[in-house]
């Protein structure tokens, strides 16, 4: 069973609330972290190994020392609950039961930060979460533990929260930083990074929910011994939101040493796919990451088992990149057809590109419509070239990540699942009605 660090506490009825959050320990590790210096807990992170748990993995005690610090020039930490991935759920599974644990997790980073105003900026379809981050911050503030002078340390902290308008692209940093300055939420070219000019101009550090509740446990445990959990560079627990074709859909939190095997068929996890089908493929960090086949989801290209790790969950048929991303681990049964999902795929990204570069802004345009071609069986052999060809160019050519994110998952698509774009080319009339899946298995 893999050790909790996050949701230990989860099933404990009133954790949301500050008293049984309290009672259960809660803020005790705040109170440790403000008798130590910013340097001290930065130096903790480090040692944890903490990497950002919303995609991109980079560690944070590296992301939080690259903070400009110039005199006079107030800093912020900005906490990106803009969760949109399809497929991925886990923070918002953390704000509703957990609001604390981000709280306490944001006044440990602030106070390591230098950050006096912190914000949270949340997708506008988290409707009903605000209401819960607002009323514990302010359970947190007739505590002590927010507003003037903490605790008597002399440190003041105010937390907002900002609600998003429901765009995917705001999940990207510089872009929710625009949105949060209450401009139209474009990605910003980098550099400048927000470590250096961010929220208004002023240093800024952007880190996914999950990222900042990580805190809490490890100022608790000591980052030497977070970093005994896991494996590698995949170090601590990770929460993975599992759903689509498995009996158990929800939020897991895992310990990285678990195979992708056990991950699916286990009863303490998913619980094996629905209905006893056969396994067909997966996405395991969310939608932005390649699809990959059940073969080598299992096994990775060397036949050993894979495990569900950033270093392990990195080959896939690709060169680079960890296909842990998101923690949003979508599985898709032998019913499913690769090329609808690959149609569903870029139609929303398509609908989410904010315009800015013509290879996204056209790209994805023009992928969906050649997806939805084929899908509808009207499709040619070339189609599938041509689709081939416009992923390569949109990836690496734009200003922020949704072109590659829109481009990869038609790229595997393609390579791994040509068969079945074939078999819709081949089969006009069987397409309309049938899918490849039903068809085959
Ligand atoms: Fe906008 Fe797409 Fe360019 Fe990102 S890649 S800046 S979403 S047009």
Redesign the pocket.
């Known amino acids: 069973m893999s050790k909790k660090l996050l949701l230990k506490d989860a099933h404990i009825e009133g954790i949301r609330y500050f008293e049984t959050y309290r009672k259960q320990g809660g803020y005790t590790a705040a109170e440790k972290a403000l008798k130590m210096t910013p340097d001290e807990i930065l130096e903790e992170v480090k040692t944890s190994g903490l990497r950002g748990r919303g995609g991109a993995g980079f560690p944070t005690g590296m992301k939080w020392s690259f903070l400009a610090k110039p005199e006079g020039v107030p800093r912020h930490l900005v906490v990106n609950a803009d969760e949109s991935e399809p497929g991925t759920f886990k923070d918002r599974y953390l704000m509703e039961f957990l609001p604390h644990l981000l709280i306490e997790g944001m006044l440990i980073s602030s106070y390591c930060l230098g950050s006096n105003t912190s914000y949270i900026y949340i997708r506008g379809e988290y409707s009903w979460i605000p209401d819960i981050l607002e009323e514990a911050i302010e359970e947190a503030k007739a505590a002590g533990f927010l507003g003037k002078n903490i605790l008597g340390t002399g440190f003041d902290l105010e937390i907002y929260v900002q609600r998003g308008g429901g765009a995917y692209?705001c999940g990207?940093e510089t872009a929710l930083l625009e949105s949060l300055e209450g401009k139209r939420g474009?990605?910003r070219l980098k550099p400048p990074f927000p470590a250096v000019k961010g929220l208004w101009e002023r240093p800024t550090v952007v880190n996914n929910v999950e990222s900042i509740a990580a805190i809490v446990p490890i100022i608790d445990i000591t980052g030497a011994e977070y970093a005994k959990i896991g494996v590698g560079r995949s170090t601590g627990t990770k929460l993975i939101s599992a759903c689509g074709n498995i009996n158990k859909p929800g939020v897991y939190e895992i310990d990285m040493t678990i195979t992708v095997e056990e991950f699916i068929y286990s009863d303490e996890y998913c619980g094996g796919i629905k209905d006893g089908k056969r396994l067909k493929a997966c996405i395991p960090g969310g939608s932005s990451v390649p699809i990959v086949p059940a073969n080598l989801l299992l096994r990775t290209v060397n036949g050993e088992p894979r495990y569900m790790n950033y270093e392990s969950l990195a080959d896939g048929g690709f060169a680079t990149g960890t296909m842990m991303g998101s923690g949003g681990f979508i599985v898709l049964d032998e019913d499913q057809c690769i090329v609808e999902h690959t149609m569903t795929l870029a139609r929303f990204y398509n609908h989410e590109?904010?315009?800015?570069?013509t290879p996204?802004?056209e790209g994805t345009g023009w992928m969906y419509k050649i997806l939805k071609k084929i899908e509808k069986g009207e499709g040619k052999m070339e189609d599938i070239d041509l689709l081939w060809d416009i992923q390569r160019k949109i990836e690496g050519n734009?200003?922020?990540p949704?072109?590659d994110a829109a481009a990869w998952p038609v790229a595997a698509a393609i390579r791994h699942f040509r068969d079945e774009f074939e078999w819709h080319v081949k089969n006009p009339e069987l397409s309309q009605t049938q899918n490849y899946g039903l068809a085959h298995y």
């Open positions: 692209i990207e474009n990605p590109s904010c315009g800015q570069c996204c802004r734009t200003i922020c949704l072109g």
